[in-house]
């Protein structure tokens, strides 16, 4: 379940004027000047000095004061959380930590290493606040998710934001540290032409500390328990590959864990950035999306571990989505708002010549990954999921908005300059709130798991009832044959499925029922059950599925909850199983039916999900985050896991 307010574009860097919130401040100290702001709300001031003629690339210098009650404060170059660079700053004892961070998608940003910043006179912390004056260098330009690059209109006006958190970062004195969801955020629009200033480098020498710069490196593993015992499970009905009790290189595992009984599980990677979407190639070789970073080819040995790994793809607008044609000679992967090809040698592990394929998809919004999945027997068949641009998206009722929605794409009738998303390609059913995770069973049929909508209530006759904390249910959805449109509505973004029938006073309900947040004479709950296909189970709410895949056999489906944001405690953080059968119609389903609370079965988690946080948890909290998924040609299951500390898993039957 994911839903959280996109700031506007980073990259609509206007030129034109608008009226400035800025104003110069001269500090004689120094002697440098800053078009500086104050925001009243948050009590933080944010001051920026550029070179009097700047030639991009080009260097500023940050100033940062924040109250100490904000744990940490950040300052975003571009406007926004999401694709430019990011200054953050905390309090160590007596003096103030900057780090470089980039986020790639909606989660912790990452350290970056397209910037640094150089301390200067004037960075401090006392009782009461917390003070930071850096020279950027990077800061000012960078590559934005259209793979063009952009600096700050130095000339005008520009949109600036800050956030700060509640929470204290991981490890103060290190500028790699992990730290938590921030707790508000604004923006403001700033003069840069106002901050352009005389002797720009003699005030930046004078007022260096002893060349004191940004530390870059890597972020710390601490290592703890291996993973523990409990719980039972079902078993998978083939055998699989041995699961290594070590790997040479991988490390002790970052977080503690617990497995299911009968089951094994070992760490095979560490160190990673944002780990996210796993594929593997003809040649048994791993092929890993890493958010912001790109794709990376890793060797497997007989044993599961991994040999070698090498950057296969550098592309930092990669965040999710990959895959790779039947015969294995051509591999795809997406954007925020693209989609590529590009032909690929497995045994030489080398890609060829990119491609654009699909564009138009939407650039912002809440949901910022696009899934792929290829046809398992039609390998010219792309199917293509694309979340909501909002918690409650209303345009995405319209399936032409393209959005909340499925498609299906004809890879050997690529039009010139790729196809436009919204507009082209068929339907795989629309009305899909955030189908992350997608996969065909083996009848070749398309499933989904989705994540449902937050903070609802339920308003009956002018009298609201939260009924958000166990509800709605995510689902797991049945799309069914894509060679052919399927035109069905999936319920988004009225209708919503029942968790726990006890939090609605107006109606007695069963779990799986529809519901909608505001019934009314045209449309009420039984207009979902005429107009809405049924999802075919319904998941813990706020878990956050984002991957699913089947075993051999189909006789179990494994997804990865990502875990919770806005449920108090938290929830989901985990890999769960799904039992499912083969009716006597040869469609396969989960055994469980849909009024079912115990569908979904733990097989790795965390010992106290309680202490997780969502939206890319802090190192502190002590907890993996289950993403991607695979299984290699041995049978055994594959898991990424996205922290700060991102990891890979494998698992399997001990």
């Known amino acids: 379940m994911r839903s959280f307010q996109y700031l506007s574009s980073a990259l609509a860097l206007a030129t034109q004027a608008f009226a400035a919130d800025s104003k110069v401040d001269c500090e004689k100290s120094t002697g440098i000047c800053y078009s500086g702001y104050q925001d009243t709300t948050s009590g933080m001031y944010f001051g920026i000095a550029l070179p009097k003629n700047p030639v991009d690339p080009y260097d500023a210098i940050i100033k940062i004061v924040a109250p100490v009650a904000h ?90 934001a800050w956030a700060y958190g509640a929470g204290a970062v991981e490890n103060p004195a290190s500028n790699t540290s992990a730290f938590n969801v921030h707790e508000a955020y604004g923006k403001w629009t700033h003069d840069l032409n106002a901050a352009r200033i005389d002797n720009f480098d003699a005030l930046v020498k004078a007022n260096l500390l002893n060349a004191v710069t940004e530390p870059s490196a890597p972020i710390s593993k601490v290592p703890t328990a291996t993973a523990t015992a409990s719980a039972p499970s079902n078993t998978p009905q083939k055998a699989v590959g041995a699961i290594p009790a070590s790997c040479s290189g991988a490390g002790s595992p970052a977080f503690q864990s617990v497995l299911a009984s009968g089951w094994k599980a070992t760490k095979v990677l560490g160190g990673l950035t944002n780990p996210r979407s796993i594929q593997f190639d003809t040649a048994g070789n791993m092929l890993l999306v890493q958010a912001g970073k790109g794709i990376t080819y890793h060797a497997i040995g007989s044993d599961g571990c991994i040999t070698s790994t090498k950057t296969l793809v550098s592309l930092n607008s990669l965040n999710h989505g990959i895959a790779l044609s039947v015969d294995g000679k051509t591999l795809y992967a997406t954007s925020m708002t693209t989609g590529y090809s590009w032909p690929y040698d497995a045994t030489a592990g080398t ?54 929605i499925i498609k299906v794409f004809d890879l050997s009738a690529i039009p010139s300059g790729g196809y436009a998303y919204a507009s082209t390609g068929w ?25 449902s909508g937050d903070d609802f209530k339920r308003t009956v006759n002018g009298q609201a009832t939260d009924v958000h904390q166990n509800n709605p249910g995510e689902k797991l959805h049945y799309m069914g ?59 813990f709410p706020h878990s956050a599925p984002i991957d699913i895949k089947f075993d051999a056999d189909n006789a179990n489906a494994y997804i990865t909850y990502h875990g919770s944001w806005d449920r108090t405690p938290t929830t989901g953080f985990k890999l769960v199983q799904v039992a499912f059968t083969k009716g006597a119609d040869g469609n396969y389903t989960p055994v469980a039916p849909l009024t079912s609370t115990t569908g979904a079965v733990d097989i790795f988690s965390n010992p106290d999900v309680t202490k997780c946080a969502g939206n890319g948890p802090s190192y502190s909290s002590g907890c993996f985050r289950p993403a991607g998924l695979s299984f290699d040609k041995s049978g055994r299951l594959y898991m990424t896991s996205d922290t700060s500390a991102g990891e890979i898993w494998v698992l399997g039957k001990s």
């Open 71 to 160: 744990y940490w404060a950040g300052f975003s170059w571009g406007g926004t959380m999401v694709w430019n660079p990011l200054s953050v700053a905390w309090r160590n004892n007596q003096t103030t930590t900057i780090s470089s961070r980039f986020a790639f998608s909606i989660s912790l940003p990452q350290p970056y290493d397209g910037a640094y910043h150089e301390y200067m006179k004037g960075t401090q912390a006392n009782s009461t606040h917390y003070t930071v004056v850096a020279l950027c260098k990077g800061c000012t330009g960078w590559q934005a998710n259209d793979d063009t690059r952009y600096f700050l209109p130095f000339n005008g006006t520009t949109e600036f």
């Open 351 to 404: 890609v060829g010549t990119r491609s654009t394929i699909i564009t138009g998809m939407v650039n912002g919004g809440s949901h910022l990954t696009r899934t792929l999945a290829i046809h398992p027997k039609q390998s010219n068949l792309l199917v293509v999921s694309h979340g909501s641009n909002a918690n409650i998206d209303s345009g995405a009722s319209d399936s032409k908005t393209g959005r909340a």
């Open 427 to 451: 339907l795989a059913g629309y009305g899909q709130r955030n189908e992350v995770g997608i996969t065909f069973d083996n009848n070749n049929m398309l499933w989904g798991v989705e994540n």
């Open 481 to 539: 044959d894509v060679t052919k449109p399927n035109n069905d509505w999936y319920g988004y973004p009225t209708c919503f499925t029942v968790w726990q029938p006890s939090d609605f006073k107006d109606k007695t309900f069963k779990v799986g029922d529809w519901f909608v947040q505001s019934p009314s004479t045209s449309f009420s709950d039984d207009t979902c059950s005429q107009k809405a296909v049924a999802p075919k189970l319904t998941l």
